[in-house]
């Protein structure tokens, strides 16, 4: 394949090769994991008094392997607190960042002030929010995986939409969980032919132990990586404040970095 980037775009996705999927270990072609087009794919609610559309951001599909199950996490895009459809002064005074997470028929909120306060979290059944959601989830064509420096260097010059798949699994309790997301940030170092993934936020599950609920296990990270064998979460949670070495207060905040094995792909989407 010619690796400029005329001969690549020349070629077209074609040129990079099969179609690729990320699959359940020893699974067949039923089992196969498509790849969203984030950019299409919304959840849809039906309550009369808001029947609010969330885009979705990224998307988890949490394996049990013990027990031979699956459940899938949508992490929605983030706005801010509001007085829907008021006459006017619709943002809150006390503003926060308001963020919506579902699975399992329950929504998990996260409401980010600026300080950390207990109301952070909160889980809800969908009847108490905005009924179910229908899921308006499209689905990339021509998804081909980026395998050298060449491909992903040429790909990311384009407009086409990058999407990554990190696999991370936890060998003591059986729990993996593959994260789908768009890169929303790709490096290129064309001198040393080198690229780096940076981007999130991303519904990242606890593995280290069992939840009753799924969502509670989940926490906001940023994942970073530039290779296929491992990647770099910062994760979201109380973060101290300090002055001259004392504590002044807590907030939300990425820390903490975290290195964990993981497969890594990336995927371009034809449109």
Partial sequence: MNSTRRGFLAAGLAGVGATTLVKTAGSDEKDEIECLDFGRSFLCNPASFNAVRFWVESRTIFYDDEAGSQQVIYQC????SEDTFAERNLLLPDNYDFMPIYAEGNWLILRRHVDAR????????????????????????????????????????????????????????????VVEYPIKTMNISIDQSKWQVDTG???????????????????????VFNASHFCDFVIEQPTPIEQEEQEVGQVYHYSNPLSFPAKNRILALGR
């Avoid at 990554?164 to 060998?171: D, F, G, L, P, S």
């Avoid at 599950?205 to 609920?213: E, K, M, V």
């Fill in 201 to 223: 936020p991303i519904a990242l599950p606890d593995l280290t132990q069992r939840f009753d609920r799924l969502l509670d296990s989940v926490r906001l990270a940023f994942a």
């Fill in 77 to 80: 895009a983030s706005c801010k």
């Fill in 118 to 177: 207990d109301t952070y979290r909160e889980v809800l059944d969908e009847t108490r929010l905005w009924g179910k959601p229908s899921l308006k989830l499209h689905y990339g064509s021509s998804v081909v995986e980026l395998s050298t420096f060449e491909e992903i260097r040429n790909v990311t010059a384009t407009s086409l939409p990058l999407v990554a798949q990190t696999e991370i699994r936890n060998e003591d309790t059986g729990l993996r969980c």
